[in-house]
Structure formats: structure tokens, C-alpha cells
């Protein structure tokens, strides 16, 4: 069966330190990837996807940026962190189509 | 643009029946999923259409109608831990991204 792991479950950083958290998935090959951001008593921002390794491409313009070094594994980082990059960061899986999608245990970030 | 909208919160009794809507204006269509999202957790999969019609599984049940732009998800006998927010998603476009809508916190009373 398949699994993902997205870690660390929780994280305080300072602003202006970098960020890096991970992604990984079992069990399938070759699966679109995710990165969302969930904001308190909000939906879900789509930051970044992959359809493959190498492939990124972002929807929103900010401080973060994606990596994809394998198959599956999905990496967000930033250089610098904000004070709005504070959130709930979400990792996700599917199928290239007419599935659902699976989420990492997901990232508190807070940033002070 | 994508443009989905929910109910903010909602309130219901413990053994009624709720029923949280979800409308939806999107370039494209693949799908559409229901999640359940308990407070600091993340969402889990509840149900998905991509026919006209109703879905069942067990106490929880999805409608849609393409035509529309509408959906439902359809609680029945709620019990306390259904108390959490329900987010409607659209599957959209050439690149199967999901278009997450704002969810609906649901409070379940005694």
C-alpha cells in the first residue's frame, strides 16, 4: 500500500533563516506531487506541483521554492523566511488522474 | 479563474442529518472530492463524483450535478467526532491539479 511522510511535524525558525522540509512516498511510482499551505480557519493555497522528476512548477509568486530530486520525493525550501510564511504546510500524492489525493501528516511552521 | 465556494460553519445536532453545499466555477473538470479536515490534522478522503448522482458510503453520501456546478456531502445519525471541517476540491485542467474550496466547519452539538 501507499504511504507518505512529510517531516518535521512541527518547526519554530527565526525570520531570515532558511527552511527546508521533506516528502516521501511509497508504494507508487511516478506520482504528481504537492506542496499547499493552509493559513488558520483557512482552505488550502496550492503552492507547488510535479509531475515528475525535476518538473516544478509553482503557482503562487513567493519566498518558497520546490525541488523534486526523486521520483518521490518532494522537497519546500526557503533562503529567508518571513513572518508570513508562518502556516500549516501540506504534502500530497496522487495518480495522474481521476483520484484522489493524500496528504502528509503536514508542517507547523512558525516563524518568529 | 477557479472559484469554489462552502457555507463558513455550520451547526447540527448529534443523530440529525446536515447537509454542506458546495458550488464551483472552474476552467475544467476531473472530479470532485469531499475532506475531512479535524482541527491541526490534515485532510482526509471522504468521497468523490465525476458522474452526475449520488454517492453513498456508510452514514456519509455525495451528490453532484456538472450541469450545475454543484455538489453536496450529506451527513446522516452525526456523532460528535464528525464535528471538523469539510473541504470541497475540484480536479481541474490538463495538469489534474486540485482546487481546494475555503471548507465548512462543522460543529456537532449534544
Known amino acids: 500500500s501507499q504511504t507518505i511522510h512529510q517531516w518535521p511535524a512541527t518547526l519554530v525558525q527565526p525570520v531570515g533563516s532558511p527552511l527546508s522540509l521533506e516528502c516521501t512516498v511509497e508504494?507508487?511510482?511516478?506520482?504528481?506531487l504537492y506542496w499547499y499551505r493552509q493559513a488558520a480557519g483557512r482552505g488550502l493555497q496550492l503552492l507547488f506541483y510535479?509531475?515528475?522528476?525535476?518538473?516544478i512548477s509553482s503557482e503562487v509568486p513567493q519566498n518558497l521554492s520546490a525541488s523534486r530530486p526523486q521520483d518521490r520525493q518532494f522537497i519546500l525550501s526557503s533562503k529567508k523566511l518571513l513572518l508570513s510564511d508562518s502556516g500549516f504546510y501540506l504534502c500530497?500524492?496522487?495518480?495522474?488522474?481521476?483520484?484522489?489525493?493524500?496528504f502528509g501528516q503536514g508542517t507547523r511552521l512558525t516563524v518568529v | 479563474g477557479q472559484n469554489i465556494d462552502q457555507p463558513t460553519e455550520m451547526t447540527a445536532t448529534e443523530g440529525a442529518i446536515v447537509q454542506i453545499n458546495c458550488t464551483y466555477q472552474?476552467?475544467?473538470?476531473?472530479?470532485l472530492f469531499w475532506y475531512q479536515q479535524h482541527a491541526g490534522e490534515a485532510p482526509t478522503f471522504l468521497s468523490y463524483?465525476?458522474?452526475?448522482g449520488l454517492e453513498e458510503k456508510g452514514r456519509f453520501s455525495s451528490f453532484l450535478s456538472r450541469s450545475k456546478g454543484y455538489s453536496y456531502l450529506l451527513l446522516k445519525e452525526l456523532q460528535m467526532k464528525d464535528s471538523a471541517s469539510y473541504l470541497c476540491?475540484?480536479?481541474?485542467?490538463?495538469?489534474?491539479?486540485?482546487?481546494f474550496g475555503p471548507g465548512t466547519r462543522l460543529s456537532v452539538l449534544p
Open positions: 510535479s509531475v515528475g522528476i525535476g518538473q
Open positions: 463524483n465525476v458522474l452526475d
Open positions: 476540491a475540484v480536479r481541474v485542467g490538463r495538469r489534474q491539479n486540485f482546487v
Open positions: 508504494g507508487t511510482s511516478n506520482p504528481n
Open positions: 472552474t476552467s475544467g473538470f476531473n472530479g
Open positions: 500530497a500524492w496522487s495518480e495522474y488522474k481521476n483520484t484522489e489525493a493524500f
